[in-house]
């Protein structure tokens, strides 16, 4: 395969198609790595086609991200009306009017091989502790609306601060768009009207635009959205569905008016066949509704969402179609579908920017020759595919561990059969109290227990090394620890003051 290829067999003409946030940044980070004395990397986008970026909430990798790129973090907040966040508030998930947050970062403090969850379990099961919250410095700040960068200083919990932002898509995509630019990435206007193969091999062999004109590379990235473009439509990959697991299918989203000051963390309150989001932008708020069209009729869906926005809406409600599953392979002959192309998870965890990096990073491990090795394929699509479903499994969680049955939509997710893997770990939670973390997935202990114990999963017992502490330090322990976060919370400035210091410019 492009056995012509001038620098020895190594692949160095890319061609990226689709733009949108994986598209640029998929440019953006190959521009930065690669550069571009060996390397010509294009772009190929149509303005008339689109993305579905609606606004965008993230986790802490996209601050690597950032900084692997040299992106000023004022001047991103600037370009992008950005906030800070720290975590997701839960609402209504276990039981109608619960909450809780899954806040980023740890929970208390770890004692030699044992997380703090453990300790924490033993002081719940003894009634000292009802949440888990209670001993995590970004939780507590995210209750009252405060927010400051980590210090260097480690002993303090404000040493433990992990945060990310709260985003417009559009905006961080020209962002990335204008980095890669300028970074020679070749970006050409127009919309692909053939993908011709190779008749021996099925490779790509050239993309055929509107203008009739024709790109040839060595490796074709698939940014293309839910069509896939190329992994789909023309390699004809397959997909594996998993919406018998996953039974959202459908969002509406519409931007509103900020109301008050915009809080840190990204609010997800349950409705009665889905959930509905809300991200706080510095001069506006991201708001939509997901659900299971088989539970709720997209007029129902509207009319949930509108009623539950505070602030005047400034766009039309836009309806989205899903379907929750992945590729079955994300890496097809020459061709690597990035972003929607590859699958979808809906973005109850705030993953589909982490799911790109992940994707980028893990490619540029397994980077090909122009040879195209199928191990280096292989073990790109076995390690992405692994963690996909183990994000699959975390997202999953939120609705099985439900005592809702108020809603066909609730007594189904309640009482469906889940997967094997996800079946024990929560059996091993509910008979032991004890959490293991996966192949080094995404979501680490602290993650679980949060879900597990903020929707009401009962342990019923904690790991017994915890008994080595007596109970009289544990609960001095718990004390100083709860002491320590207040007193650090007591100091933080608010939200919007850190905001306005910081980026004075973005005040309106």
Request: proline share 3%.
């Amino acid at each position: 395969m492009n056995q012509n290829n001038q620098f020895s067999g190594r692949v160095n003409k890319i061609a990226i198609v689709g733009g949108g946030t994986a598209g640029w940044m998929t440019a953006a980070v190959f521009a930065k790595i690669l550069g571009k004395k060996n390397y010509h990397i294009q772009l190929i986008e149509s303005e008339e086609i689109g993305t579905i970026g609606v606004g965008e909430a993230a986790i802490p990798s996209i601050l690597a991200l950032n900084k692997l790129l040299g992106i000023d973090e004022v001047e991103f907040m600037r370009k992008t009306q950005a906030t800070f966040k720290v975590g997701i508030e839960f609402v209504n998930w276990g039981r109608v009017g619960d909450s809780y947050m899954h806040s980023f970062g740890a929970y208390g403090v770890n004692m030699g091989l044992l997380h703090f969850y453990n300790y924490w379990l033993k002081l719940y099961k003894q009634g000292k502790s009802s949440d888990i919250g209670e001993f995590s410095i970004t939780a507590q700040a995210a209750l009252h609306n405060k927010f400051i960068h980590p210090v260097s200083t480690s002993n303090t919990p404000l040493s433990q601060i992990k945060y990310a932002y709260h985003f417009d898509a559009g905006l961080y995509a020209r962002h990335l768009r204008a980095y890669a630019e300028s970074m020679g990435v070749s970006r050409i206007e127009s919309k692909i009207i053939k993908v011709n193969l190779n008749n021996d091999d099925g490779f790509i062999k050239s993309l055929v635009l509107q203008n009739e004109s024709i790109i040839e590379a060595d490796l074709y990235i698939d940014c293309s959205g839910f069509k896939g473009i190329l992994i789909e439509e023309s390699l004809k990959t397959g997909y594996e569905d998993w919406s018998h697991l996953l039974l959202c299918d459908s969002a509406i989203a519409v931007q509103s008016k900020n109301v008050s000051d915009p809080p840190p963390y990204t609010r997800a309150t349950a409705h009665t066949a889905g959930w509905q989001w809300r991200i706080p932008l510095q001069k506006r708020t991201g708001n939509g509704h997901v659900y299971a069209s088989r539970f709720m009729d997209d007029d129902t869906a509207r009319r949930i969402l509108i009623e539950n926005i505070d602030g005047d809406l400034i766009t039309e409600p836009r309806l989205i179609r899903f379907k929750t599953g992945m590729r079955r392979k994300f890496w097809n002959k020459n061709c690597v579908a990035i972003g929607l192309s590859s699958g979808f998870i809906e973005p109850l965890e705030s993953t589909s920017i982490h799911l790109i990096q992940k994707s980028i990073a893990t490619l540029f491990e397994c980077f090909p020759t122009a040879g195209f090795n199928q191990v280096d394929i292989d073990k790109y699509n076995d390690k992405l595919q692994s963690d996909l479903m183990l994000i699959r499994d975390f997202v999953l969680l939120h609705y099985k561990a439900t005592s809702r049955e108020d809603s066909e939509f609730w007594r189904h997710c309640k009482n469906m059969v889940v997967n094997q893997t996800l079946q024990n770990k929560i059996a091993l939670f509910e008979e032991s109290g004890k959490i293991f973390r996966d192949n080094n997935e995404l979501f680490t202990e602290e993650s679980w227990i949060a879900v597990m114990a903020g929707q009401g999963l009962s342990a019923k017992d904690y790991n017994p090394l915890v008994d080595s502490l007596d109970d009289v330090d544990l609960e001095r322990m718990a004390k100083d620890i709860k002491s320590a976060i207040s007193n650090s919370v007591s100091v933080m400035p608010t939200h919007k003051e850190f905001i306005a210091n910081y980026c004075p410019q973005m005040e309106s």
